[in-house]
């Protein structure tokens, strides 16, 4: 009759099994910085996860990073965010790009998007006592366009609040004019505007 494992072999057998089997599903793809942390642990400077296809999935990196749609590769230079943010970016089953979340000094966001552009933010700044919050809806372009030919979308409707202007919401027409807004300012005071395409204000209740 042979001995029971060591419970030390036993629970070293249990992790590489876990371990296995994660494998069979995602692989994990990770970069190091160049030079390692003083007491010998490995720095990493971003995180990628992939499908069994090769197809990234979710990435973390402390770098602005290139943006993935539908096969194509656009410069992280064209990348909205602070050049050395924390990034976390999902992708679809085809590795195209669909939301994330980003972190720097003075701001934060949280965006989803559409097949080919972005679709809704939401987005914090501050710099000492100031600040601002928003939620931006952008118009859908035409799925059917390559992303690097999407023309900019108009903003449709935007929420906002700011230390200086109080709390705003704007309803845009197809061009992104404002047409109704809705606003509490800074001292209190509430109004309702409607506008007309030029801009004018054509009723007003305060």
Known sequence: MTSPLPRRTAMRAAAVA??????????????????????????????TVRDRRGRQRV???TRRPPVLIGGEVIPAEQRQGPEHGTYLIFNDENGSERGGVVAGASEASLSLDYV????????TKWQ??????ALFFKQMPDPGLPAGQTP????RVELVWSTGDGAVLALNDSKG??????????GDVPSIRV????????????
Request: aromatic content about 2%; cysteine-free.
């Open 152 to 155: 900019p979308m108009p903003t």
């Open 18 to 47: 876990a371990t296995t089997a994660f494998a069979a599903t995602t692989a994990v793809v990770a970069t190091p910085a160049a030079n390692a942390e003083s007491r010998g642990k490995e720095v990493r400077e971003s995180f």
């Open 59 to 61: 990435l973390a990196d």
């Open 195 to 206: 506008l007309d395409e030029h801009g004018a204000v054509t009723s007003r209740l305060l």
């Open 116 to 123: 080919n552009a972005q679709a809704l933010t939401l987005g």
């Open 177 to 186: 004019r404002p047409r109704i807004v809705l606003s509490v300012d800074a």
């Open 128 to 133: 000492g006592e100031h600040g601002a919050a």
